[in-house]
């Protein structure tokens, strides 16, 4: 590749990556290879460091760890000399690491299933149809308020372990089942408990403008209100969600009401993001990039405008294949446009019981491609820098570089296509969570 393909940050980086830039004091003191813990011999790199293709590959690499963070990588030849019985030394077999991989998106946290709505629908009623008729979201809403904390999380613990079993280390997981004050915070709070339950990191986003709670049938703007005035300042007190988001939509909010929820949310210091052009255009994208947004999820109505929009608050497209296939969707999201005004791709699943009931972080990998057409570089920069980037961690996860947290996929694979390319043999060899190995 030719330098001037090249950023400055990429190559500032790589620099850092590899010591030959100055770094900061706390780095530079467990850089030195005697306080290095972890070192990873005869591995290959999939770095996803920016480098727009190849993967920031590195091969026949060596990795090291200390203090949960990584402290040194590069060609094994250019290593250091170190003190082999001061650290743990690991014979990788010529085996690929890729960042752990990040979940941006998901709605793993619910109570029951529907099933009975994806036979209506292959009974030929549509997704919208079944909404409008009281199905959909209001009825997982029901289901999810009838159910304990603890119910919630016995049937939501093996969603999340089959996320981590395929190499998740971060993910996402926001309410929007309870829509009301106890049933949100009920939702929140088994997320968090998720975290402790297994070594994923859990990001929780609240998406209380969800859909329209029966009791407010008639009166969405006296919902909002109860979002904005008095739900949103007790997720906040209990610092149950750093991020907002809302379904703006034809069948969610419309845009005047996703505004107010977004100045609520500004106004309280959360980011934002929203679900917005999955089923029509309503220009929900563009509100979100006035509001700064971190994301635009689904996207397959988006027009070029709000593309230009996205592109120019350095937001991300979140896609969300999983949807898009269950859906059985035929418009496409706008890759060759998201790619032409360089707005950044994300990959996630989506995990909820209506649109995407599935658990699996490598299908989506399969699907970006498949249905999506995004090259296998793209996908897996969809699901580790971009997916960080997606939730505001783009300076400690999502890529393998030096001060970034050691959240490490170790995979059985010859080539990082193979990611992408096979399906149904989980080629997961081991994961590192801040350092530790957990799988
Ligand atoms: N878009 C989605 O894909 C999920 N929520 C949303 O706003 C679907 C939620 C569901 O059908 O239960
Ligand atoms: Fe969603």
Known sequence: ??????????????????????????????????????????????????????????????????????VWLGKEVDLPTYNKDTLEVLDGQGRWLTPGLIDCHTHLVYGGNRANEFEMRLQGKSYQEIAEAGGGIVSTVKATREATAAELLKSSLP????????GVTTVEIKSGYGLDL????????????????????????????????????????????????????????QKLADTVDVFCENIGFDIKQTERVFIAAKKHGLAIKAH?????????????????????????FLSEQGIKAMSAANM??????????????????????LRKHGVDMAIATDVNPGSSPICSIQLMLNMACTLFRLTPNEALAGVTRNAAKALGLSSSKGQLAVGFDADIAVWNISQPAELCYQFGVNPLSALIQDGRQVI
């Not at 991300?316 to 446009?337: D, M, N, S």
């Open 182 to 237: 106890t049933n949100e915070i009920k939702m929140l709070e088994v997320a968090g408990e998720l975290a402790k339950q297994l070594p994923v990191t859990v990001k929780r986003t609240f998406l209380g403008a969800h859909a329209l709670p029966i009791e407010y049938k008639d009166d969405p703007d006296g919902y909002i209100a109860l979002v904005c005035d008095e739900i949103m300042p007790v997720i906040v007190k």
């Open 1 to 70: 590749m030719l330098i001037s393909n090249i950023s400055a940050k990429v190559i500032a980086n790589w620099l850092f990556s590899f010591g030959y830039l100055p770094m900061t004091n706390t780095i530079c003191a467990s850089n030195s290879p005697q306080r290095w813990q972890t070192l990873w011999l005869n591995v290959n790199l999939v770095t996803m460091i920016e480098t727009e293709d190849d993967y920031g590959a590195v091969k026949e690499a060596a990795l090291a760890i200390s203090d949960g963070k990584i």
């Open 159 to 166: 969603r999340l372990t089959a996320l981590h079993q395929q």
């Open 316 to 337: 991300t497209a979140v896609l969300l294949p999983g949807a898009f296939y269950f859906l059985r969707e035929t418009q496409h999201p706008p890759i060759e446009l």
């Open 276 to 300: 917005a052009e999955q089923l029509s255009d309503l220009g929900g994208t563009e509100l979100a990039a006035k509001y700064q947004a971190l994301s635009s999820d689904h996207v397959e």
